[in-house]
């Protein structure tokens, strides 16, 4: 299979990296306090939330897809750069962010207080993304040897299984208050993600198009889940069950879509900068909102807060792209 640009993959990792800086813009904001927020306000922000957190299975079906239906090589020995960039991520973004937080705190700090931020994710920057991923990077290999040698339907059941013991089985428990002994980790539905995304990144568009009618039902059905939390103010993290629902329709609807859509100049050069993105974000989330004091919940939210979304997404893009002109940066780095 050759190797050429998934016009689907860079609108998924562009709009979920838009997704993410919404979500973080408005959580932050929210958090920030110093005005009254009504009931209503209240359940409008636990739905918007459910759905903007889609963005983060979304992010791991395009990796896995990615790595394992790209006709790519993931061996152990090809994914050690992929590996290593992103230790390099954690420790240098790590430091950096803690020491702008400290610095702008004015808090003091030492070695040991900087080593123990960066491993327990007390910086300014959201680095549990990153240590998930190189989780993940290390099950790759193993996701693209099993997906060589395994027929769809074997690919499918053990992607069910992953599904049922790290979504299904921990909600439904939750639901009716049993709290089982043991229970997969978390970590069981990146790899879920990862191998749905190799799955439907390898199927042929003649055949999912024929299933286009179960894909919109799945998008309505995990739309309706995520407003029905929302409206119970609960908080969804990224292995609830309608999350992973939406997550997977809307991938395979988006594959659907750029089937018979064009690419345009810059967009695989625009997607290739969305983990830098999610990267450096926060940093200007928390600028705004604590070093200049500004905080766009205090004024018509409706409007304030996706422009400011907007401009730390442009000013973030901004960012690593002038960052990547740097050798070691695109080398090492982003």
């Not at 390898?202 to 309706?224: N, S």
Request: some cysteine; glycine content about 10%.
């Amino acid at each position: 299979m050759g190797r050429k640009r998934q016009l689907y993959l860079d609108w998924i990792k562009v709009g979920g990296a838009g997704m993410i800086v919404m979500l973080h813009t408005m959580s932050n904001t929210m958090n920030a306090g110093g005005f009254y927020v009504s009931d209503f306000r209240i359940q409008v922000w636990y739905v918007l939330h459910q759905f903007l957190f889609t963005a983060v299975p979304l992010f791991i079906m395009a990796t896995g897809a990615g790595f394992l239906s790209t006709g790519r090589s993931c061996g152990y020995r090809d994914m050690g750069r992929h590996i290593a960039r992103i230790v390099c991520c954690i420790l240098f973004f790590g430091t950096l962010f803690y020491v702008v937080r400290m610095l702008v705190e004015r808090n003091p700090f030492g070695p040991a207080d900087l080593i123990l931020a960066i491993f327990q994710d007390n910086t300014w920057s959201h680095m549990w993304y990153l240590y998930r991923l190189l989780g993940l990077y290390f099950f790759i290999p193993l996701l693209w040897a099993f997906m060589n040698v395994s027929k769809l339907w074997e690919q499918a059941v053990f992607a069910g299984l992953l599904l049922f013991f790290a979504s299904v089985y921990p909600y439904v428990c939750g639901m009716i208050g049993f709290i089982p002994a043991r229970i997969l980790p978390v970590s069981g539905t990146w790899l879920f993600c990862a191998l749905a995304g190799g799955i439907l990144g390898g199927l042929p568009v003649e055949k999912m198009r024929k299933y286009r009618g179960l894909i919109l039902a799945g998008i309505m059905a995990g739309l309706g889940g995520v407003v029905w939390e929302g409206m119970r103010q609960t908080v969804m993290s990224e292995e609830h069950p309608f999350l992973l629902l939406l997550a997977i329709s809307l991938f395979a609807q988006t594959k659907l879509w750029c089937d018979e859509k064009e690419s345009f100049p810059g967009m695989g050069k625009l997607a290739g900068n969305m983990l830098g993105v999610y990267i450096i974000h926060p940093v200007f989330i928390h600028i705004c909102v604590k070093v200049l004091r500004f905080n766009p919940q205090l004024y018509l939210p409706v409007l304030t807060v996706p422009l400011t979304a907007a401009a730390i997404y442009a000013l973030s893009v901004a960012t690593v792209c002038f960052l990547r002109k740097i050798p070691i940066v695109r080398r090492c780095l982003l």
